[in-house]
């Protein structure tokens, strides 16, 4: 097999036009303050306004798929939580469900409720980490520390449950991998008690404050047609006004048993995006409430079993992290590990709409912009 | 090896401890049990040296070279040779003043940013984190000096110390304490705009030498922003000019004896706060630097002292326009309502005329003066730390909007109070 | 509302419907029926491009796109398999704009080349890489592994059917284990309870079938051949897959079957210079 010479193209080098104004390539990144990790944007831009915007990725590539296919099911496990380092817990949940379901195994009630309040616990913590980098790209940095002395508390909790604090290696097929801390209920709901009162704290610094509206009000419009065209999940979609979430719509884990509803707003502009995230803390803090008072608090954590997948069966799984749908494909072929498993990371797919949203828009609107699809490159380059 | 299940039931099973993680310790230094007077004088360290550089300036060396038997004095005033010496002695104090103003503002808002972030700021260097600031400089003195390849090396060396010489220039025409002032000039506000505008050609220069595209938006952003708001600032300050009926700041301070400019002109007073805000390039206005945006802006290629020239003088006028707020609206060296009874009346009155107690105790009335005057600073200083942790950074063209639409009009409508005022009261 | 009874699947060539697993799979094998198919499915309402993954399967390459409709959460799978020497599939990126990123992905991982795509260049790699990393003629390493071979393609229909027959024999077995169970259970005493429920948990009723299958027990225990000087635990493997694991096999070996050996495994001749067949022999009269 050959490769055709037309498709084997250097690097794309923009040429800047030359006309009335001289249009300036700037590069955004790869080391750039405000791209969260190496992305690079090649900006064309004339004055302060943006004329063209290329995206490149990949400079975080580890190739997880391909090591994933040399690995057993339980060896992939560690590899998710690299992916989006923000919110480690999350990644490996789409992975869990999709073997369990081609595994035909049983999660006991315990787990499903520890998982889901380490899922909701896990959003709170990778919205703060947005909180706090986001009004740092905004040029404001007291919510950052503010965010940042919260993370650290609620990491503690994990850390006392999984032992680990970012790449926690926790969930696992039919439940999870062991027994939660004896006070681990308790340490929830003693840190939503004062969380909650903390939250209000962070509106009043972002979409409540008045400079932080000038910023973000009508900027980076985002049309419902062009969001779902583009696959765009999580609060970028819903902030466009698709009540799309797959907590909702595909339920997992305790979700069936849970009392909420699908946040959204109808605006889809930066603003919009940051109300969202801001109100699904809340929403996250009222859910691990439920499970605290739902769950079991004896009983088994994890169904043991065997993973025997027969060849030719194939699942997709997803799930609604914190950044939207974070998929996973895994093709048997009978084996002891996936024959092939591919991440669909929402992050990945949220970055596609840049050029799009960038073009016409000032050069610190861009910035702006990039902070609110709230991106992890570890996600997007895998 | 792998142990079978029943095996494995029978190993003790090891309980989880309570506190499964590793808490780490702070070394040298345990926030949980400060000791707050050593705190307190530490960080009036620096503060005790400044105080000490203006009273050296303005109270003993014209003390020392007035001293009887001098050949440098004759009669009260210098001799040519007195007033040369003299110059050149001041002039280098107040370099260190303007020095160590600024290591002050850079320690000052470190410690006073970690106490509004939750945190502890600068604590491993001396006592509570003292000498910080002076580690920082030596560091930036030791580094290497560098000039990128493609920059205009002339340009690039002369750009730092345009802003820097422009800061410096201003602090010689304040007046800390009554007669305590390097250049009385009576065009004082003009100068303070001539003086200030140098900075502005600086920054563009700076971020067009370097040869960087992030420097050159940075440059052209701080040329817009800072000539921009040049306008409602010397609006503002010819509203002072206009009710005081003098360009001299030292009129303008002694006119301020019994009510602050700021209570007839308060709407200039905002106007000059916000508008100095932008000069001094400061969040919500530090779009030129803005970090997230433009790496480091005008200055992302400088590095080692040339950056410490460009640090230095951000800090400098951190400190200095506040203090030209502070003599132009907020009464300068005068205790509040310093009109119907002044302390330093009191002082002044010592002794009698002529004699030693007299003239000590005129230099302490000096001091008095100067202390009132560091302290409203201090105050302001401390506002644009406070707005610059709290709010987020504008944008460019709200920046503009900003300026053109609200503080212009503002300004001018300040003046229109401030001639009719005139004309009414005075 | 529109749903699958309003597409129109009669005139597409090559496809099969299945479901697996719970999803519903579209498979194809022609190209064209591909894109005809995703503009009905778009028209269909199906909105939300999910996700579009490469996969190379060794008999060629198969794009896996999954679709979703978002007015009543309906999910789809769509196969469609093409051979290495013609890795060219149409582009969906204008239907869908979110796959536009994924099939840059599968071109620079799997090497699935598709037309009509506007800007199909390398995404996660650098642009001069030459390889495909993910096709399995590639280990870990990125090296080509030297004897790979390709599959021969798949007869679908005989899969078909011989899936029909797996099921059939799975519901007959399940029957008449339900009777068995029904039996037993009338006999039985009931078990203890309330011992040990959080260690061991019940395994689900999927797995336990395939674990009661009994491993065939081994004839004879083999020997360890790291005895023999010039044996390693590498050549133990190589002689294991190669059937010997007993001195008794290597001792009886004949000249041509060492040399046959020898070539297979790149011995050059180690056999006759260490003279295992004389140390085997000699550990075998030792042992009996």
Redesign the interface.
């Known amino acids: 097999m050959s490769i055709p010479a037309a498709l084997m193209t250097g690097p794309t080098v923009l040429e800047p036009v030359v006309g009335k104004t001289d249009e300036m390539i700037v590069n955004l990144g790869p080391q750039h303050p405000a791209t969260h990790g190496v992305l690079q944007i090649v900006l064309g831009v004339d004055g302060e306004r943006v004329t063209r915007a290329v995206p490149h990725i990949g400079f975080l590539h580890r190739n997880h798929e391909k090591i994933e296919e040399s690995r057993s099911y339980a060896q992939v496990i560690p590899y998710l939580d690299r992916m989006d380092y923000v919110s480690g817990l999350q990644n490996e949940l789409p992975y869990c469900l999709a073997v369990e379901d081609l595994a035909g195994l049983e999660v006991p009630e315990r787990a499903k409720y520890i998982r889901t309040a380490m899922f909701e616990f896990n959003r709170i913590i990778s919205h703060l980490v947005w909180v706090g980098t986001y009004m740092l790209d905004l040029g404001a940095i007291t919510p950052f520390l503010y965010a940042f002395r919260d993370r650290e508390m609620a990491l503690d909790i994990i850390e006392r449950t999984t032992g680990g604090r970012m790449l926690p290696n926790y969930f696992t097929f039919g439940g999870v991998r062991r027994d939660v801390h004896p006070k681990f209920w308790q340490d929830l709901l003693d840190f939503l008690d004062y969380f909650e009162k903390v939250v209000p704290e962070y509106e009043t610094l972002t979409v409540d404050a008045p400079v932080f509206q000038a910023r973000s009000v009508g900027v980076g419009l985002l049309s419902q047609e062009l969001a779902v065209n583009h696959g765009i999940s999580g609060p970028n979609l819903r902030a466009s006004g698709v009540a799309h979430d797959l907590r909702k719509d595909q339920p997992y884990d305790a979700y069936p048993e849970l009392d909420f509803s699908v946040i959204t707003r109808d605006e889809g502009d930066v603003w919009a995006r940051s109300k969202v995230r801001m109100d699904e803390i809340y929403q996250s803090i009222d859910l691990i409430r439920q499970c605290a008072e739902l769950a079991p608090r004896s009983g088994p954590y994890l169904a043991r079993g065997r993973v025997k997948i027969e060849a030719g069966e194939q699942r997709y799984r997803a799930a609604e992290i914190s950044r939207g749908q974070l998929g996973v494909y895994i093709h048997s072929d009978g084996g002891t590990g996936p024959y092939r498993s591919k991440h669909r990371s929402p992050s990945f797919v949220n970055l596609q709409i840049i050029p799009d949203l960038f073009i016409g828009q000032k050069f610190s609107d861009v910035i702006a912009i990039l902070g609110s699809i709230d991106i992890v490159l570890g996600e997007v380059d895998r | 090896m792998a142990l079978s299940s029943d095996k494995r039931?029978q190993l003790k099973r090891i309980p989880?401890p309570?506190?499964?993680?590793f808490k780490p310790q702070l070394v040298g230094y345990n926030p949980k049990t400060p000791n707050r007077l050593a705190e307190v004088l530490a960080h009036s360290l620096l503060y005790f040296v400044f105080v000490g550089l203006l009273l050296l300036i303005y109270g003993v060396l014209p003390w020392l070279f007035k001293l009887p038997g001098s050949p440098l004095a004759s009669g009260g005033s210098f001799t040519t040779t007195g007033a040369v010496l003299y110059g050149i002695l001041a002039a280098v104090l107040s370099f260190l003043v303007a020095a160590v103003a600024a290591l002050i503002l850079i320690l000052v808002l470190r410690k006073y940013?970690g106490l509004?972030?939750?945190?502890y700021g600068p604590m491993h260097n001396g006592p509570a984190g003292a000498f910080q600031t002076i580690a920082d400089a030596v560091k930036m003195v030791a580094k290497e000096d560098f000039v990128p390849g493609k920059a205009d090396a002339l340009v690039f060396t002369l750009a730092p110390l345009m802003v820097f010489v422009s800061a410096f220039l201003l602090l010689t025409i304040i007046p800390f304490a009554p007669g305590w002032v390097l250049a009385n000039l009576n065009v004082g506000l003009l100068f303070i705009v001539a003086a200030g505008t140098i900075g502005a050609y600086g920054v563009l220069v700076g971020g067009w030498s370097i040869n960087n595209?992030?420097g050159?938006?940075g440059g052209l952003r701080a040329a817009a922003q800072l000539v921009s708001y040049e306008i409602p600032l010397s609006i503002s300050l010819l509203t002072v000019a206009v009710w005081v009926g003098s360009l001299n700041l030292m009129d303008i301070v002694e006119a301020q004896k019994l009510w602050w400019t700021a209570i007839p002109l308060l709407i200039s007073a905002a106007v000059y706060l916000i508008a100095s805000l932008a000069e001094i390039k400061m969040?919500?206005f530090?779009?030129p630097e803005?970090?997230?945006?433009l790496?480091a802006g005008f200055n992302t290629e400088y590095s080692g002292m040339r950056f410490g020239f460009f640090f230095v003088a951000e800090f400098a006028e951190l400190f200095l326009l506040p203090a030209i707020a502070v003599v132009l609206f907020f009464g300068g060296y005068y205790q509040p309502l310093a009109g119907f009874w002044d302390f330093a009346d009191v002082l002044r009155g010592l002794g009698a005329e002529g004699s030693t107690l007299n003239q000590f105790g005129g230099l302490l009335a000096s001091a008095y003066g100067m202390l009132w005057f560091l302290l409203k600073t201090a105050l302001l200083s401390y506002l644009v730390i406070w707005v610059r942790?709290?709010?987020?950074?504008?944008?460019?063209?709200?920046l503009m909007e900003l300026c053109w639409k609200v503080l212009i009009p503002l300004s001018l409508i300040g003046l229109a109070v401030a001639v009719i005022l005139r004309l009414v009261f005075k | 509302m529109s749903t699958e009874a309003a597409i129109n699947l009669e005139d597409l060539p090559t496809l099969r419907q299945q479901t697996i697993c719970g999803e519903k799979v579209y498979q194809l094998e022609d190209p064209t029926a591909y894109r005809q198919l995703c503009e009905r499915l778009l028209a269909a309402g199906y909105d939300f491009p999910q996700c579009l993954s490469g996969v190379d399967m060794e008999y060629g390459l198969r794009t896996v796109l999954h679709l979703r409709r978002l007015s009543d959460q309906a999910e789809l799978t769509l196969w469609l398999d093409v051979p290495y020497d013609r890795p060219h599939v149409p582009s969906v990126s204008d239907l869908w704009g979110g796959v536009d990123w994924h099939e840059r992905e599968a071109y620079d991982l799997v090497g699935i080349h598709y037309d009509g795509h506007e800007d199909l260049r390398r995404i996660l790699l650098e642009d001069h890489w030459t390889i495909h990393p993910l096709q399995r003629r590639y280990d870990t390493g990125g090296y080509l592994i030297p004897d790979w071979q390709a599959k021969p393609w798949p007869d679908w229909d005989a899969i078909a059917k011989e899936k029909e027959e797996a099921a059939r024999k799975a519901a007959e077995a399940a029957e008449k284990r339900a009777a068995a169970a029904k039996a037993k259970a009338a006999k039985a005493v009931k078990p203890k309870e309330g011992e040990g429920g959080a260690k061991k948990p019940p395994l689900s009723e999927v797995k336990k079938t395939s674990d009661q299958v009994a491993k065939p027990k081994a004839a004879q225990t083999a020997d360890d051949l790291t005895k023999i000087k010039g044996i390693g635990a590498h050549y133990v493997a190589l002689l294991k897959e190669q059937g010997i694991t007993r001195f008794e096999q290597l001792a009886n070996l004949s000249d041509d079957e060492a040399k046959r050996l020898e070539e297979k495994m790149n011995f050059k001749d180690r056999i006759a210079r260490e003279q295992w067949r004389e140390q085997a022999r000699a550990l075998q009269e030792g042992k009996s």
């Open positions: 039931s989880i309570e506190d499964r993680h940013l509004v972030q939750n945190r595209k992030f050159l938006l969040t919500p530090d779009l803005a970090e997230s945006e790496v942790a709290t709010l987020p950074r504008f944008r460019d063209d709200q």
